[in-house]
């Protein structure tokens, strides 16, 4: 017997003091999130990523909480990353940030091009990120100084007389693409002028500083409603102002195939942990489901038609790659 209560207290003290030496996180695994969450957004303040990145936040941390009852953490807290048209921001979420569920980020698909054939060939592969979701699709508009070109017809003639000056928010992204085709297509003479995001391009509009920008309608919708800029055009089939004509009506319907995709997209790094994978599209898919976000989307004059999620996405991604390939001689004469 006595045998038997030595070696009983034995354990018992054994238990006791293994218990104070572990860490607490390996006694028992906080339900994620058991910390905030950061959103890296890829553009600077004040632009159309940084808008819905900040707009999104909110609706993650309520939903992410929703599905993950006990959960501690999970404020969703943006971090934007400006710097070399985004690839700062994607090299950042490839390379450092940890598959945990605690970092994702925006993504700009046009980003593709100069990551994988541009000049600023990065040395990983965008196909391994962990897609996620898309939150809405791009409608452009070209848009001019109120006191410049006034319709389509002027900015027809002007490009008679000599190059256009185009603005766009940040080189190599969705914007300089959708850029290029739309002169390619249109056969305007042009100059391509980046700047570092949306906001700029607006100022830079209003105050005259060039012929004409492409931007996307969420981004300028108030300042077109306003007849604050001139809208010379939209990239659409269907009318989005009365006012404004579409580029079918002009006689160029291909650049609606090329023009109107899939943007403003969400990705984790490779290899996400498949249940926090799980848990982040979950929770996007009730975000996008929530009538203040339609709301504010409908606000915003965003196309939030067919959304896409996991491997969904990751199509997408390939089939945009595919298409970019084709257009590589032309993307090169613009110094992409």
Same mark, same amino acid.
């Given at each position: ?176 693409? %959708?850029? *290029?085709? =739309? &002169? ?5 003479? !042009?100059?391509? @002028? $980046?700047?570092?995001?949306? /906001? %700029?391009? *607006?100022? =830079? &509009? ?5 012929? !004409?920008?492409? @931007? $996307?309608?969420?981004?300028? /919708?108030?300042?077109?409603? =306003? ?110």
């Amino acid at each position: 017997m006595r045998r038997i209560n030595f070696i009983g207290m034995f354990v018992a003290v054994f238990i006791m003091t293994s218990f104070y030496l572990l860490p607490m996180g390996t006694m028992a695994q906080d339900v994620y999130p058991s910390k905030d969450i950061t959103l890296i957004c890829n553009s600077a303040p004040g632009g159309g990523f940084d808008i819905f990145a900040r707009m999104a936040a909110p609706y993650m941390t309520k939903y992410l909480k929703e599905l993950s009852p006990g959960a501690k953490g999970g404020e969703v807290k943006v971090k934007n990353m400006p710097g070399a048209s985004g690839l700062q921001a994607y090299e950042y979420l490839f390379k450092d940030a940890k598959p945990d569920g605690y970092t994702y980020g925006d993504f700009n698909p046009g980003a593709l091009y100069a990551m994988l054939y541009g000049s600023q060939k990065i040395a990983f592969d965008p196909r391994e990120y962990t897609w996620l979701y898309s939150i809405t699709r791009t409608v452009r508009v070209f848009i001019s100084n109120k006191k410049g070109i006034a319709t389509w017809e002027e900015l027809m003639a002007k490009s008679k007389k000599g190059p256009i000056t185009f603005l766009i928010p940040q080189f190599g992204t969705t914007a300089h693409l %959708d850029c *290029i085709y =739309a &002169v390619e297509i249109t056969k305007i003479p !042009a100059k391509i @002028v $980046s700047m570092e995001g949306t /906001a %700029d391009v *607006i100022n =830079a &509009v209003i105050r005259g500083d060039a012929d !004409a920008a492409l @931007v $996307s309608y969420d981004s300028v /919708a108030t300042v077109c409603e =306003a007849k604050e800029v001139n809208t010379l055009v939209s990239f659409t089939e269907a009318k989005i102002l009365p006012w404004v004509p579409t580029i079918v009506e002009k006689g160029f319907p291909d650049c609606v195939k090329y023009i109107k995709r899939v943007n403003r997209m969400f990705m984790g790094p490779p290899n996400l942990d498949p249940e926090r994978d799980r848990l982040l599209i979950a929770a996007g898919k009730k975000m996008l489901a929530d009538p203040g976000w339609i709301e504010f989307c409908k606000k915003r004059k965003a196309d939030v038609e067919q959304p896409l999620f996991g491997k969904e996405l990751k199509e997408e991604i390939k089939s945009s790659i595919e298409d970019m390939q084709k257009w590589i001689p032309v993307f090169k004469k613009y110094g992409l």
